[in-house]
């Protein structure tokens, strides 16, 4: 199923320099809301600033790829000085490809890292790139979201029931 998670990690500072160097990926394409911090949240939470300054130091490309409004987006971004694309419609896959152009790498040295299993998990899997699934940091602001996680549930059991672990 192309929505059943492969890679689920506790938070975004659970995926290591030496996951990705052993996968070969040299550049991610970062989720927002719920992924790099609280859905709707500008602020940046102490240990994701230090797993984004170990990454930049690692020479992993970033790219935030999120859905949301220029509004939301753009002020994160440019706190952080990370390269940007907005109103994204995952999990059409056409920003990551945008994403994966600009940072100048190959298909298979990028991967996608996102909360959401019917946006992230699905734009990554129909670009044809791994993509390493977040527990959402919660708390869910939006009734389509919500819905969203009810019925991402059983993919995400899928993943369980086939001795995947939290990594
Ligand atoms: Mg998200």
């Known amino acids: 199923m192309l929505i059943t998670p492969e890679y ?6 659970h995926i290591t320099p030496e996951f990705l160097a052993g996968k070969g990926i040299r550049a991610l394409v970062l989720d927002i809301d719920n992924t790099l911090t609280a859905d ?3 602020k940046l939470p102490d240990e994701v600033a230090g797993w984004l300054a170990q990454m930049k130091e690692a020479g992993i490309g970033l790219t935030i790829v999120s859905n949301g409004a220029e509004k939301r ?26 994403a994966r152009r600009r940072m100048g790498v190959k298909r298979k ?3 996608m890292v996102g909360d959401q299993l019917y946006a992230d998990r699905m734009a ?3 670009y044809g790139i791994p993509g390493l699934m977040v527990i959402p940091r919660g708390p869910d602001l939006g009734v389509q979201v919500v819905l969203k996680r009810k019925w991402e549930k059983r993919h995400w059991q899928k993943y369980y029931d086939r001795g995947g672990k939290t990594l």
């Open 8 to 13: 689920v990690f506790k938070d975004v500072t």
């Open 109 to 111: 040295q990028m991967a």
């Open 40 to 42: 709707r949240s500008q």
């Open 73 to 98: 987006v753009r002020p994160f971004a440019e706190k952080l000085g990370l390269a940007y694309l907005y109103r994204s419609a995952k999990p059409l896959p056409f920003a990551l490809m945008v």
């Open 124 to 126: 990554a899997a129909l």
